[in-house]
């Protein structure tokens, strides 16, 4: 027998090998399940919900420890949530005002006793509760009878006491969430395909996927988890496998000369040892004819910009261009500024290409966003590529990048993971790391300050401010809409000029502005015109001015974890101690995830720890937007648990590059996810 989930899935589930066409789910709005109308959706769409599909593979965050068993008899004594098992007298469905159901049912055990059990909104229950049938509920006495928080229908199995508790929403609640889930399960839940060989004799998906949501103990869950983890996992290797298989050549660089050596004079500091020796590995790549695939991993602030621009002048210096690539427009014109600011006084033009800026195409150094894969953007003859924040683009757009030119690539993140395990995420990709940053920095304090005290914060800033330092107040982020956003920012910003920061310089940056504003703006900061910056997060990113020591961020509870280290990331430049407070409401009012964020924000500036956290506390919450975390590719992985996965994945797909089968469409779909999202 097949290791399948034994217990829970067996008696229903059907078991065929085979499997159907994945658009099938993709194609099905949540919609169509019943129940679920446009309001719902909507709901549903904030975090990220909007087929089936995405519904079926939102894993709980955690379930429900298990509750004493009571006889019907002894309720009355129980206290607490507490579980009964008998057999359905009679059941019937009535409406309830504003569209809702309430289906009740009369159960009975052997105790003797008998208790009317009510199930909210779960008009289709009223069918299956049919005299006789045997039943299992959770749940606590209330005002109409015994209130169901959790049931099995039918069958000998205890999925109850696990019960899901999904990640937490104020729009949608978990017992809402395990209805849908339950209905998605029962109808299409046969129909998530198989994409792994059978071969290789694992449990199927379908069972995975009933399982996560609905097992019978916490075992089975994580055996769930693991086997969901290995699919996704299989899929990026075997795109990552795909981003190995051309026999692409890019030209093969002559050793630094003359021009690297004028910008080593311009740079006003020396390169760090852990610099140092992330340039003598890029050196070695760029003397091959095999195009450079070189991740650059150091932390926010610890000087991988400069390292890239070496990279991208040995290409200049030997007659090519070089391309940097960022993922936002905004991180495009900062480094298009920092760039040109060290190129300037080489003599070396840069040039800056998003959707609104149509820079040359023919300039030695380009920076730009995706534009610059976009089919009709033709470099002259592009020898080094760098990709900034490459965890954000996904591996669609580095496909696209490897496969339409050739030319040496480094990917640089400051999501820094254990090298070990970047290898076998990225597959063969080198890594070189800057695992320190340039000596005399100084930690960044962090603090949380309760809202109704941001007073004294603005105070500190002042204090700052007034022995001739800059600082950062980063506004709330309210909703999807830049255009909300940025009118929120300049509200913000015109009452701090009234208020908290009445006579000092105060400028404003957002995403609505011009791209000429916006320089300008960063301008007059870098050159201390301005004394403190309201910002969106558009500076989450490369803004770069050392003397900025302190930063505010406001609402900070709903940003997200790896948000909030990429914004700090901007004090703590100089050799200043620098300061990061974090305004939020009390932390009794916050949801646990909320909390637990910026609790670990406050214990570590370790990226490595909080990418960590990052990917635990991620699937327990969805923020606004939903692409913020990186490792927008893995959802069921755990990275270091997961290590033997990891591996066992990368074998597998060593496996199956070649051979057509169902696993491509995960790959092609992982592709297709990473496009949309960036
Ligand atoms: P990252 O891109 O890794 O977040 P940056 O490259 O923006 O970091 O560097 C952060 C800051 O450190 C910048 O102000 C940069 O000029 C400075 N810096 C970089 N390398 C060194 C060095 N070797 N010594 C001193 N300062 C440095
Ligand atoms: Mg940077």
Wanted: with cysteine; aromatic share 4%.
């Amino acid at each position: 027998m097949h290791p399948g989930f034994t217990g829970v899935v067996q008696a229903e589930w059907p078991r065929p090998r085979g499997w159907l066409p994945p658009q099938h789910l993709d194609a099905l709005d949540v919609q169509s399940l019943p129940g679920v109308g446009p309001s719902l959706a909507k709901r549903l769409r904030t975090f990220g919900i909007t087929t089936v599909r995405e519904l079926l593979l939102h894993a709980p965050r955690r379930y429900e420890s298990a509750v004493d068993q009571v006889a019907i008899s002894k309720l009355g004594e129980a206290e607490g949530e507490v579980a009964i098992e008998g057999r359905v007298v009679s059941a019937r469905a009535r409406p309830l005002r504003g569209r809702r159901t309430l289906v009740t049912a009369l159960i009975a055990d052997g105790s003797g006793g008998q208790i009317s059990a009510s199930f909210f909104n779960q008009p289709w229950l009223a069918e299956k509760l049919v005299s006789g049938t045997p039943i299992r509920v959770r749940g606590k006495l209330g005002r109409y009878g015994f209130d169901v928080k959790s049931y099995d229908i039918g069958e000998a199995k205890r999925t109850a006491d696990f019960a899901p508790v999904y990640p937490a929403s104020e729009s949608v609640s978990t017992i809402r969430l395990r209805e849908l889930v339950r209905a998605a399960l029962a109808q299409h839940g046969r129909s998530l395909p198989d994409a792994l060989p059978a071969e290789l004799d694992l449990a199927l998906r379908g069972d995975a996927l009933h399982a996560i949501h609905f097992p019978v103990d916490d075992t089975q869950a994580e055996e769930a988890r693991r086997r969901l983890a290995l699919d996704e996992l299989v899929a990026l290797q075997l795109v990552v496998a795909r981003l190995r298989t051309t026999d692409a050549v890019a030209p093969s660089l002559k050793e630094a000369g003359e021009l690297i050596g004028r910008y080593r004079e311009v740079l006003p500091f020396a390169l760090t040892e852990h610099q140092e020796r992330a340039i003598t590995e890029i050196d070695l790549d760029l003397a091959q004819t095999t195009p450079m695939q070189r991740l650059l991993q150091g932390d926010v602030g610890s000087g991988k910009t400069v390292v890239a621009l070496y990279a991208l002048l040995r290409a200049v210096e030997n007659g090519y261009q070089g391309a940097l690539m960022a993922p936002t427009a905004t991180l495009a014109e900062q480094h298009f500024l920092t760039l040109e600011r060290l190129c300037t006084p080489l003599g070396i033009d840069v040039a800056l290409l998003t959707g609104a800026v149509k820079g040359s195409v023919d300039a030695s150094i380009v920076v730009g966003t995706h534009a610059l894969i976009q089919p009709d953007v033709e470099f002259r003859d592009l020898a080094v590529a760098v990709v900034d924040e490459q965890h954000r683009f996904g591996v669609a757009q580095r496909q696209a990048l490897a496969e339409r030119r050739s030319p040496h690539v480094l990917h640089m993140t400051a999501t820094p993971i254990p090298r070990t395990l970047a290898l076998t995420i990225y597959g063969d990709l080198a890594v070189s790391e800057i695992a320190k940053p340039p000596a005399d920095r100084k930690p960044i304090v962090t603090a949380r300050v309760g809202a109704e005290r941001s007073s004294d914060a603005y105070n500190r800033l002042r204090v700052h401010l007034d022995a001739g330092r800059q600082a950062y107040v980063v506004c709330p982020l309210i909703e999807q809409s830049e255009t909300r956003l940025a009118r929120a920012a300049e509200e913000e910003a015109e009452r701090l000029r009234r208020a908290e920061l009445k006579g000092y310089r105060v400028g404003l940056l957002h995403g609505k502005l011009k791209p000429a504003d916006r320089r300008e703006v960063m301008r007059q900061f870098t050159e201390h015109e301005l004394d403190v910056l309201v910002a969106t997060t558009v500076i989450e990113v490369g803004v770069d001015v050392p003397n900025a020591t302190i930063m505010i961020v406001q609402e900070a509870d709903r940003f997200g974890l790896a948000q909030l280290h990429q914004l700090r990331g901007r004090v703590g430049r100089g050799g200043e101690q620098s300061y990061c407070l974090l305004i939020s409401r009390q932390a009794e009012e916050l949801t646990e995830t909320a909390d637990a964020r910026l609790q670990a924000l406050v214990d570590t500036t370790d990226g490595f720890e909080l990418a960590e956290r990052d990917l635990e506390l991620r699937r327990e919450g969805q923020l606004l937007g939903t692409r913020q975390s990186g490792w927008s590719d893995l959802r069921f992985t755990k990275l270091r648990p997961d290590r033997d996965l990891i591996e066992r994945a990368r074998a597998i797909a060593a496996d199956l590059r070649d051979e057509d089968g169902p696993w491509q469409d995960d790959a092609d779909r992982l592709s297709e996810d990473a496009t949309a999202g960036a």
